[in-house]
Structures are given as structure tokens and as C-alpha cells.
């Protein structure tokens, strides 16, 4: 590689190396400060952070162009989805602000460790090879791990941790070798390259068949979708609560993003094989989820099995196999990610020393509290349950419509019923929250940027439910200049 190759791969790399060097610089000024002075490193962060985005924003405009010898692609599909990976890594760290203030956990190794996972994050969408993909893969679940477990003195959070370690080395090894034998049947590592030798059957059937299962379970478990779920309530629960969000939020559009790099750009030729696959998972993630989600006490679980029933819908837009379906699902990881940031900002901002107001009667009376975040709550509740005018009643729909289209007619009904029965489990929480008496009469008192963060996500949900188009549209394009 000359001089002006490599100077255009850094170019276009240009968000990942800023924040890699941005995560040097943290941990360094870290290392010159006292304990008090905490909030500085806090602040750089988000300053790294907003940077970044920025630059991803600014790059949306360009051609899609490959770097680095075609292991690395920058197009509009990763413009956009880093952009919200990087918004999501910013609003968790103001939302938990207070949380790891008050337990002290708001230290130069917490926000290295959630810098280093958002790089993986960033480098899983855009990845144009099986190397990238795995080493961005990697990065991200390694400071994902240590992240639960920072919380030394908890033992729920050690034992969450053991088992998050434990089980993710199991599905990356299935990853991994799901891609060695696809490499094997078709001699690439490169997904065009892959892609061309499934189209023209220039490729050992049998090898490859058994490596897009292996795929597929590896797949499975970074999406938390039954029945390589087992990971998700344990840790949800388990986890420090600005931990759980960031689990919760940004890996998740990460975990879309590289499902379709490898499913949709290495894989479409094989759409016949690997789409009734995920119609099982999608099957089992739906039903699992929802109907558990009742019987729990515990906001952190219930969200956890929330999660589940979720990526069930966004397997619906991916199992569609053509454009309409995976825009469909990026819309929808978009709409889980506005959501899920607000439910867990608003749990945040109900927290205080000593108290983590994740039990469901924690919830009773929000409403004669602060009837501001309760309506925050409320937005978000609905726009969960798949109720108009929010976000999420267009993003199922929209997922619906394009299974429909697919041929998908019992699974489409099948879902339907799946979010009607748990719509039961959400609108508990605004039942509580308007109906109930309060337990305890401590004001609410956030800081400043996480209310107004707070509201403006919340407000987002709403508008954004009331006019899809643009992001629709955004999506659709963010498809098509990618496939």
C-alpha cells in the first residue's frame, strides 16, 4: 500500500482514528487528575464523542468508497448508524452522570472502556470483511465484559459479568467457526468475493450450508434473540444500570449493522437458507419474550425480555431478504434505540444513592412526583407497546408490511398477537405511575443536560411517530446506496 493509499484508508477512517487517538488522550488526562476532578474526563468525553458524530454527519454526503483493500467500506448505511451509535454513547453517559457519581464509579477506566466499545462498534459497521468484522466484533464485547464488571464490590454484577464472559466466548467461537468453514466453501474472506461465489455457485454446498448455521447461532446471541438469549436478563439485571443502557442501546444497532454485512452483503445468495432460520428465531424471541415480560417485578428484567420480543420484530425485517425489509429494520433499531435511551434515562433519573428504583412499585404515583417525566415515561411505554402516534407503532408496522410482502402471512398475524398480549406488561407501568399512590415523597432532581437531553428524546419518540417520512426515507436511501 503507497502513500496515497494508505492516506485515503486514514481519511476515510477518519471517525475511528480520531476517537482511538481520542481514547489515548482520556486516559492520559486521567491519569493527571485528582479524584475531584473527575468531570473533566467526563466532559472530554463527551467532547470526543460529539467530535466524531460530527464528523461521521459531515461524510454523509460523500460516495460510498472502500479503504484499507476492500477490508473496510464507507457508505450512507454506516454514516448514519455510527452517527447513533456515537448519540447513544454520549446521552448514556449524561443520563448515568449522577448514577456513577453518587457509587463512584465515574472513573477514567469506565469511560475508556465505553470508548473503546463504541470504537468496535463503529468498526463492526463498517466492515467489508470477515477480519474487520471479528476484530470490531471483539472489541466491543471485551470492554463490554470488564464494564460489567468494574463493580467489584457487587456480587450481582460479578456473577452478571462471569456469565456475559462465559457465554459470549461460546458464540464467538461459533462465529468464528461458522467463518472459517464459509471461507473454506468459497476461499474469501472478503464479502463481495463471498457474495460472487454464492451467486455462481462457485462454492463447496455442503461447507457452506454448515457455516451459515454456525453464522447464524453467532449472530443469534449478539442480537439476544431466543434461544441464545440466556445472557440477556441475567446480565440486564445483574449490571450497574448505566452499564445495562449501553448494553441495551448502542451494541444493538452494532449487532444490526453487522448482520447485514454478513447476511445481506456476503450472504444474499443464500436468502432461501437463512431466512426460515430466522423465522424460528423470530418465532421463539416473540413468544418468549413477551409472555415472561408479565410475570416479572423487576423493571431491568422486564425490559431485558422487552429486548427479546424486539429483536424478534427486527429478525421480521431482515428475513424479508430485499431492500424494503432491511430498510424496515434499520428504521426499527433507529426507533428501539430512541426508546430504549429514554426508558432507562428516565429509571436513571429516578435513582439516588442507596436506591435503584428498578422494582415496579418503585414506579407507583411517578405521575404526583413530576407529571413532566411521567409523561416522558408514558411516551415511551406506549411507543414500546406499538401504540400511535410514536415511533414504534411505525416501526412495527413497517417491519410487518414487509414480511407481508415476503410471503410471511402466519408470522405476520403471529406477531400481531405476540404485541397485543404484551402490550399488557407496558401499560402496567403507566397504570402505576397515574393510578397509584407514591411510595416515598423525595423530589425528583436532575441535572440540567439530562432533562433537557431527557425531554428532547422523549419528545423525538412523539414527533417522529407523527412524522416518520423523513427518517423512512432516510433509511431507505442509507439501503439502497449500500446493497
Known amino acids: 500500500m503507497n502513500g496515497a493509499t494508505l492516506y485515503a484508508s486514514v481519511a476515510a477512517a477518519l471517525p475511528e482514528v480520531v476517537l482511538a487517538a481520542g481514547v489515548c488522550a482520556v486516559l492520559l488526562v486521567d491519569l493527571f487528575l485528582k479524584a475531584g476532578q473527575r468531570h473533566l474526563t467526563y466532559w472530554l468525553t463527551i467532547a470526543l464523542l460529539v467530535a466524531v458524530g460530527a464528523i461521521c454527519v459531515l461524510d454523509a454526503g460523500r460516495p460510498a468508497g472502500f479503504a484499507f483493500g476492500g477490508m473496510y467500506v464507507t457508505d450512507l448505511f454506516s454514516h448514519v448508524l455510527k452517527a447513533a451509535i456515537l448519540f447513544a454513547a454520549a446521552a448514556t453517559l449524561v443520563y448515568s452522570r449522577p448514577y456513577l457519581e453518587a457509587r463512584g464509579l465515574l472513573s477514567g477506566e469506565f469511560l475508556a472502556l465505553a470508548l473503546f466499545a463504541t470504537l468496535g462498534m463503529l468498526v463492526m459497521v463498517s466492515s467489508h470483511h470477515f477480519l474487520t468484522l471479528y476484530l470490531g466484533l471483539e472489541l466491543q464485547a471485551l470492554s463490554l465484559y470488564a464494564m460489567v464488571a468494574l463493580q467489584r464490590d457487587s456480587v450481582r454484577a460479578s456473577e452478571a459479568a462471569m456469565k456475559y464472559f462465559v457465554l459470549g466466548a461460546l458464540a464467538s467461537g461459533l462465529l468464528l467457526y461458522g467463518l472459517s468453514m464459509i471461507y473454506g466453501a468459497t476461499g474469501s474472506l472478503d464479502l463481495a468475493q463471498v457474495s460472487r461465489a454464492v451467486v455462481s455457485a462457485n462454492s463447496n454446498p455442503t461447507l457452506l450450508a454448515f457455516g451459515l448455521v454456525f453464522v447464524v447461532s453467532g449472530v443469534a446471541f449478539k442480537l439476544g434473540v431466543v434461544p441464545f438469549h440466556m445472557w440477556i436478563p441475567d446480565v440486564y439485571h445483574g449490571a450497574a444500570t448505566p452499564v445495562t443502557l449501553f448494553i441495551g442501546a448502542a451494541p444493538k444497532v452494532a449487532a444490526f449493522a453487522f448482520t447485514l454485512r454478513l447476511l445481506a452483503g456476503g450472504l444474499q445468495g443464500m436468502v432461501a437458507d437463512w431466512a426460515p432460520m430466522l423465522a424460528i428465531l423470530a418465532v421463539l424471541s416473540l413468544l418468549l419474550g413477551n ?11 422486564m425490559l431485558a425480555y422487552s429486548t427479546i420480543s424486539h429483536m424478534g420484530f427486527l429478525v421480521l425485517g431482515i428475513m424479508a431478504g430485499n431492500d424494503n425489509g432491511y430498510s424496515s429494520a434499520m428504521f426499527y433499531v433507529l426507533a428501539y434505540l430512541l426508546m430504549t435511551l429514554a426508558a432507562f434515562g428516565v429509571m436513571l433519573l429516578l435513582t439516588r444513592a442507596g436506591f ?72 402496567r407501568i403507566v397504570k402505576l405511575m397515574y393510578m397509584d399512590d407514591p411510595v416515598g415523597e423525595y423530589p425528583l432532581e436532575p441535572r440540567q443536560d439530562a432533562r433537557w437531553l431527557l425531554s428532547a428524546n422523549g419528545i423525538a419518540i412523539l414527533a417522529l411517530g407523527i412524522l416518520p417520512a423523513p427518517l423512512m426515507d432516510l433509511c431507505a436511501r442509507a439501503i439502497f446506496a449500500s446493497m
Open 291 to 301: 409472555v415472561v415480560a408479565i410475570a416479572q417485578g423487576n423493571l431491568k428484567r
Open 356 to 427: 435503584e428504583a428498578e422494582e415496579l412499585d418503585d414506579w407507583k404515583g411517578l405521575n404526583q412526583r413530576s407529571g413532566w417525566f411521567a409523561f416522558m415515561m408514558l411516551i415511551v411505554m406506549f411507543s414500546l407497546a406499538g401504540l400511535p402516534p410514536t415511533i414504534g407503532f411505525f416501526a412495527k408496522l413497517s417491519v410487518l408490511q414487509a414480511a407481508l410482502e415476503a410471503g410471511w402471512l402466519w408470522l405476520v398475524v403471529f406477531a400481531v398477537v405476540m404485541s397485543v398480549i404484551g402490550a399488557f406488561y407496558y401499560l
